[in-house]
């Protein structure tokens, strides 16, 4: 549909809400086969994401909109229910472009047992038995920057990092901070959005997987030199499709890592949520070892079908809701 049409009429057309609901069908029956619960937790929380990357939408009563429906899973995980999943609405401030909506669609689920490599599998069998794409590629992400950046991003600093950006012609951000300056992991997202990222996946969907350490957000991080995080991201056509995670299950570390992310974003001058208490307590009842991960239905369907904005796909985006 033509973005011009009156606003009261739906972005997507009727083929593209048909499409969805043929996808939607497709995920249910995947995961009743395989015999994983389908779960439904709530959209506001006392609680919210303190992650360095997302930003929550708090509304008036002082609760928040949730950014994923991970940390209620997890609760969930903890008391036993065993393999799980869900389609959730989920929300983040300031996301709205091409590929973005405040509001969209994701799909979750955890598996008991699995490493970030099987869940990679299932990942895999599920976008072919949706007819999206027979096979999917693997590399690390170590890999990723060698073929396309032409460098280690693992043994890079910010200095080197930054210098090589400029001579790639890509323009920095403008009024940055001695912090974000400092950052090695600043430049490795500007590398990873502006020059790796759109490289990935143009024939098939590929995963990216052992992250820096330091961008281990809720995963496991395994030892090595350089210790590397166990989680992967999935890629299709230039465009970050899921996110998944060998979970991380230590209570303390967890906690640690929530108020180091506090500290980071009040450092900043950023919002800081009240990270979930609900959470570490559920790791300290005791997470099963498991993975988890989120896929962005509305962008798998907006490629799917050849769309180029995530508008054609939605019925009613942000600014028609």
Known sequence: MRRDTPNWRPSASIEALQARAELYGCVRAFFSARGVLEVDTPILSRHATVDRHIDSIATTDGRWLQTSPEFAMKR??????????????????????????????????????????????????????????????????????????????????????????????????????????????????????????????????????????SQAALARVRAGEPPVAERFELFWRGVELANGFHELTDADEQRRRFIGDQAWRAARGRVVPPFDAHLIDALRAGLPACSGVALGLDRLLMLKLGASRLDQVLTFPVDRA
């Open 76 to 213: 969930l995980l903890a008391a036993g229910s065993g393999p799980i999943w869900q389609i959730a609405k989920v929300f983040r401030a300031g996301e709205q472009g091409r590929y973005h909506n405040p509001e969209f669609s994701m799909l979750e689920w955890y598996r008991p047992g699995f490493d970030h490599h099987a869940l990679m599998d299932e990942l895999a069998d599920l976008l072919a038995h949706c007819g999206i794409a027979d096979t999917c590629e693997r590399c690390s992400y170590r890999e990723a920057f060698e073929r396309h950046a032409g460098f280690d991003p693992l043994r890079a600093d910010a200095a080197m990092l930054r210098a090589r950006l400029r001579e790639r012609g890509v323009d920095e951000p403008s009024g940055l901070s001695d912090a974000e300056i400092a950052d090695e992991d600043f430049w490795l997202d500007l590398w990873m959005s502006c020059v790796v990222g759109p490289a990935l996946g143009a024939d098939r969907p590929l995963f990216i997987y052992e992250f820096p350490a």
